[in-house]
């Protein structure tokens, strides 16, 4: 069993910036990468960014591309989300998920972590 635990959310301002973490634990599993996504109220939930550790390639939403960037490391199963120039609309829990089984597929989800941009 894989838990995923996020941290690092809370209140910033429009125009802020906020970094949220995420760190993975529990029986011993391979990695092929992890994500972040993310739910506004009464939406669905969306995909923000991920990362593949074999060539550590990055993946954006249109809608944070620019704004956001994913990191992570491998070995310490942990994986960044920076967000500057934080927006209104960025307002939302923001989920953690990570691929164990292959590299297609995220079979493991963390709690979520709220991120509140104010005007």
């Known amino acids: 069993q894989v838990q995923l635990v996020e941290s690092g959310g809370g209140l910033v301002q429009a125009g802020g910036s906020l970094r949220v973490s995420c760190a993975a634990s529990g029986r011993t599993f391979r990695s092929y990468g992890m994500g972040w996504f993310r739910q506004a109220p009464g939406k669905e939930r969306e995909f923000v960014a991920s990362i593949t550790w074999s060539d550590r390639s990055t993946y954006y939403a249109d809608s944070v591309k620019g704004r956001f960037t994913i990191s992570g490391d491998r070995a310490k199963k942990t994986v960044y989300l920076q967000m500057n120039s934080l927006k209104l609309e960025d307002t939302a829990v923001y989920y953690c998920?990570?691929?164990?089984?292959?590299?297609?597929?995220?079979?493991?989800w963390g709690q979520g972590t709220q991120v509140t941009v104010s005007s």
């Open positions: 998920a990570i691929k164990t089984s292959s590299p297609s597929e995220y079979d493991a």
